[in-house]
């Protein structure tokens, strides 16, 4: 459960606020440099996965020729060669080549057949003076770390209806792994739950299960829980992805899209959470504490396929996935660390180059994703500008960035924290209404960790907003430091009416949203 939402640490009291002007606490101006080693990485990877699109060109129009032909014309053909061996031997050589070829380096389709976010109960619901009278009663005693505390709250983006599990929220506190056990198994199981209600897919059908959760991971291990629960069948594959983060989620979708390449007409079940209890932090180290105010009950259950008779009925398409992976670098490596305070606490502890760190994460993966899923103008504006700097034709050329919003209609960006949003918006151009799935994700239920991608894509689900052929855009950072994209494509546009009857974690309330989440001072450094 690693905090990407904001720079905190000792002495800082501006986690979620607007970042100090430090450029070590801001992300970099994506506008100062860009390395052509992604560029040129997006365009590998564009060519070495979609080499089968070079073929289709040569294979369709011959495929759709030869359904055109008569019967005299199969005769005369069939006479002009019979007389040629060594034209009928190498043309049917040709087409088998090229048709191997095809059938081999063409991807299966992955499908999201649909989706379920877990709403707790009512009983679950916590305020913000809730939040910092129990992190209080754990042991955050300090009137300075409550002070602190307090500020970061107000600063944060969450709002009074967010969701913390019984062991925290009880007075005292009780977390104890058999809390932890309960609070991920009520996670889990109520989103599958919802999920298998909603597809009717049969739990025997499932052949790969993939379950990512960063601070907790018990013995037996969470996805050998599910499988316990849920009877699946003994030759699923099976994989539980640990200390990842909140981008693990992109993670296991990247995972589950290749098993899904290797193991034909199936099913693949993704779980994001992250557990609250026993990482609920019980000291005064301020660099801790950010994790108390933001960190929120949540998990997402994710259902995908690579059946082609799943299409008709599935939501979305994955289109492309991009990971990038910052920890050589020794900063990026040790932004987010779990580890103990001087009273022996554990707690995750943020660092001052958080969001330099994270930044710059960002801005490589937007790099590499680039020439995979931007129109051709803004690509030759882009490397325009880029070339006229490298030859330094003119001092005063700033890079080109391209307008992303060319290539998307939607983002779901990780609800980190406000600081976070606020940076990307700005450094992206986005409009408030572009990000408002995150914000008001971030607001009703603060943040998720791996799972608020889908609780921001739930929210422009209850809205209405997705249609045919729309492409959404999901982009997530967390500790290592990494930064994830998936790129889905809407195969149906999504029926508000029709997120009611399927328990939309946003439709019992859609309408009272958007709010106002009013402006915050910057918050000192001291």
Sequence with gaps: MDSTAAPANNGDGGAAASPPTTSRRRMPDFQQSVRLKYVKLGYHYLISNGVYLLLTPLIVPVAVHLTTLSAGDVADLWAHLRFNLISVVACSTLLVFLATVYFLTRPRPVYLVDFACYKPPPERRCSRDTVQRGSGLAGCSTADSLEFQRKIIERSGLGDDTYLPAAVLRVPPNPCMAEARLEAEAVMFGAVDDLLRKTGVS??????????????????????????????????????????????????????????????NTYALVISTENITLNWYAGNDRSKLVSNCLFRMGGAAILLSNRRPEKARSKYELVHTVRTHKGGDDKCFACVTQEEDGDGNVGVSLSRDLMAGGGGALKTNITTLGPLVLPLSEQLLFAATLAARKLRISPKIRPYIPDFKL?????????????????????????????????????????????????????SEAKGRIGRGDRVWQIAFGSGFKCNSAVWRALRPVNPAEELEKKNPWMDEIHRFPVAVPKVSRVSAD
Excluded at 229 to 253: D, E, Q, V, W
Excluded at 431 to 452: C, D, Q, V
Aim: net charge negative; hydrophobic share 40%; aromatic share 8%.
């Design 203 to 264: 739990a025997k059908d499932i052949g790969v299960l993939v379950v990512n959760c960063s601070l907790f991971n018990p013995t037996p291990s969470l996805s050998a829980m599910v499988v316990n629960h849920y009877k699946l069948r003994g030759n699923i594959t099976s994989y539980n992805l640990g200390g990842m983060g909140c981008s693990a989620g992109l993670l296991a979708i990247d995972l589950a899209k290749d098993l899904l390449q290797v193991h034909p």
């Design 407 to 459: 290539a998307f209609e939607h983002f779901c960006i990780h609800a980190g924290g406000r600081a976070v949003l606020d940076e990307i918006e700005k450094n992206l151009q986005l409009s408030e209404w572009h990000m408002e799935p995150s914000r008001m994700a971030l607001h009703r239920f603060g943040n998720t960790s791996s799972s608020s991608l889908w609780y921001e894509l739930a929210y």
